[in-house]
């Protein structure tokens, strides 16, 4: 079971794939309820707290250059 502090990171690590996804940031992204795997993107800046979220428990995204993006993810990046 989730510890409080394992959500918490969880949350942030699906925060930073939304911020590149947001921004079209080259990227291969994976999230599942278990992990996430990122090849490439960035990391909100501190103290800055990007306000998006992806609201999806798995999924997988390609942003290619010439802001190509191809996602399994439909929904909104507002919280």
């Excluded at 921004?23 to 291969?28: H, Y």
């Excluded at 795997?37 to 103290?47: E, L, Q």
């Excluded at 999806?56 to 191809?70: E, H, K, N, W």
Aim: include cysteine.
């Amino acid at each position: 079971m989730d510890t409080k502090q394992t959500l918490i990171n969880r949350q942030e690590k699906l925060r930073a794939i939304a911020y590149s996804m947001d921004l079209l940031i080259l990227e291969l992204y994976f999230w599942c309820p278990y992990f996430t795997f990122r090849i490439g993107g960035a990391i909100p800046d501190n103290p800055y707290k990007y306000p998006g979220m992806i609201h999806s428990s798995t999924g997988i995204a390609l942003v290619l250059p010439g802001y190509q993006i191809f996602t399994t993810y439909q929904g909104s990046y507002d919280s």
